[in-house]
């Protein structure tokens, strides 16, 4: 079931064949599941023409005409999620009732973005010459490359392709070597699609190799990439001298200011399954709980309490709510924030370790248990550092401004959520917050026809919405004498 791994370039399938590998496992056991060819310098140049090669046949298409590709790729997605889903739950570990959620959500932006490219519209620009008319258009960019990362391996590199394609544009796509597989797939869906050879193309192996040659080959005319904020200001700067366009979509420390008028049942159950979605391995997932101290014992409890529930095992499992982390480093970041948390007074109110009853078949996996954290004070290394994990920290507040001062208070700024029945507690939180997502009293933040990304240390640029769509063109001033 799971599919044979390779390079795509120029439409040919490369696996193997003379070049290292690198071994994929199923974090929940630690088994093999397949193996990757790592890219060498020419398959990278190879890539970066092909992309360019491509570029006018692509782009030579009618808009309608894209989107009608793109809505047949969102087709097949849905017709095969059950077998998409497993694999992506074999090399990724979430639950497979997330996996199909994840592969709805990137069969909605494939459709979203093939219908939003149909509405790129240009301004005719009242002239000041009375025999020439002034027009501003907008010409799709040139080949794209895109780096996606493994927790939302089909979401966050399907949309990078979505985009790309929408606008007319071709993609060398290089998806996580952690989580392959889902994008094999996807791109010889994309191929069985109609999309011709060289519009799609994948590469994998030595990330910082081919985002350092791919920035420096002249055909690649912008850069999107979503991870680390390390990674991303690194890539930042290489973009910056090679004076190409980039798109950073970076990590995340979102805030919950939960205020005493909040309807707690509701931030309950919604606040413990967006934390604990794809084991807090989400960007934009609640991490800080900021909650009103009248409200603060009674919401830490329950709380609790609903974390200790969740059973955490094996995503393929009929059952399990919560997968293991991708990798170990993973799990000894947990222990380490854990350990440093409490060593500042921190009280540990459930988990603080790896879950102590796993069947045998998962010893050998990545797990931590969900847990959750009443912090002492504001020192806490986790309060600064993205947890990107099951880490749910909680501190009481006594007035909102201050809540909002401390929410703010954290280098990242992607997304934030506040729960009150009250309009003027919303607006207040609405207008100071510093972030580049805000939801009230829901944790949903990623329609694709809203753009999404962060502002300070979450990175810049938007993907999806019309924003997103729109980073992929360039704007020609035209005025035409006639
Ligand atoms: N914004 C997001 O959705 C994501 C954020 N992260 C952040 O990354 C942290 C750690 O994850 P790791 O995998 O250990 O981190 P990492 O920083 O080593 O890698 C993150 C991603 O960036 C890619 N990458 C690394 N160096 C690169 C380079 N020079 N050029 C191009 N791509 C490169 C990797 O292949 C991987 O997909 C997390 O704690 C989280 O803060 C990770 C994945 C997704
Ligand atoms: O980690 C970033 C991230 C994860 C998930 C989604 S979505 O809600 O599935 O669109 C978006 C960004």
Aim: charged fraction near 25%.
């Amino acid at each position: 079931m799971y599919p044979e791994l390779g390079l795509l370039i120029d439409g040919e399938w490369i696996s193997g064949l003379e070049r290292d590998a690198i071994v994929v496992r199923n974090p929940a056991t630690g088994a093999p599941i397949g193996e990757l060819p790592v890219a060498t310098v020419q398959d990278i140049d190879r890539a970066a023409e092909a992309a360019q090669k491509a570029f006018p046949v692509w782009r030579g298409i009618t808009a309608l005409d894209r989107g009608r590709v793109l809505a047949r790729i969102a087709t097949i997605l849905r017709e095969r999620t059950a077998e998409l889903s497993a694999i992506l739950t074999l090399e990724q570990g979430k639950p497979l009732r997330e996996a199909a959620a994840e592969i709805a959500a990137t069969a909605d932006s494939f459709e979203w973005m093939g219908e939003e490219g149909r509405r790129v519209y240009g301004r005719v620009v009242p002239s000041r010459f009375a025999d020439a008319e002034q027009l501003v258009v907008h010409e799709p960019i040139g080949p794209v490359a895109a780096f996606s990362p493994w927790n939302f391996p089909a979401i966050l590199g399907g949309r990078k392709i979505a985009a790309a394609l929408a606008a007319g544009c071709t993609i060398v796509l290089k998806p996580a070597e952690e989580a392959p597989g889902i994008l094999v797939a996807i791109a010889k869906i994309c191929e069985s699609c109609g999309v011709p050879a060289g519009v799609i193309n994948l590469l994998f192996g030595v990330p910082a190799r081919i985002s350092q040659r791919l920035i420096e080959r002249p055909e690649i005319r912008k850069l999107s990439f979503t991870g680390s904020t390390p990674v991303g200001r690194h890539l930042s700067g290489l973009a910056g001298a090679a004076l190409k366009r980039i798109t950073l979509e970076l990590g995340g420390h979102a805030p919950v200011i939960l205020c005493e008028d909040a309807d707690l049942e509701r931030a309950l159950q919604l606040g413990v399954a967006a934390k604990f979605r794809n084991a807090g391995q989400v960007c934009n997932c609640p991490t800080r709980f900021y909650v009103h101290e009248k409200v603060f014992g009674e919401f830490c409890e329950r709380f609790s309490q609903l974390a200790r529930n969740l059973v955490v095992g094996d995503g393929l499992e009929e059952g399990v709510h919560m997968g293991p982390l991708i990798h170990e480093r993973r799990v000894r970041a947990m222990r380490e924030y854990t350990e440093d948390a409490v060593a500042g007074g921190g009280e540990i109110l459930c988990g603080g370790d790896a879950p102590s009853e796993l069947a045998a078949s998962l010893q050998d996996g990545t797990f931590w248990a969900p847990t959750v954290i009443a912090l002492a004070g504001n020192e806490a290394r986790v309060l600064r550092e993205e947890p990107f994990g099951p880490l749910a920290l909680m501190q009481p507040f006594s007035d909102l401004d201050e809540a909002i001062g401390r929410a703010n208070g954290s280098d990242y700024g992607l997304a934030a959520y506040a729960f009150t029945q009250s309009l003027k507690s919303a607006r207040r939180i609405q207008e100071r917050i510093e972030a580049g997502c805000f939801s009230l009293n829901t944790f949903a933040i990623t329609p694709p026809e809203l753009p999404y990304g962060g502002v300070k240390q979450s990175g810049f640029g938007r993907e999806m919405g019309s924003e997103g769509l729109l980073e992929h063109f360039q704007t020609k001033a035209v005025i035409r004498a006639v």
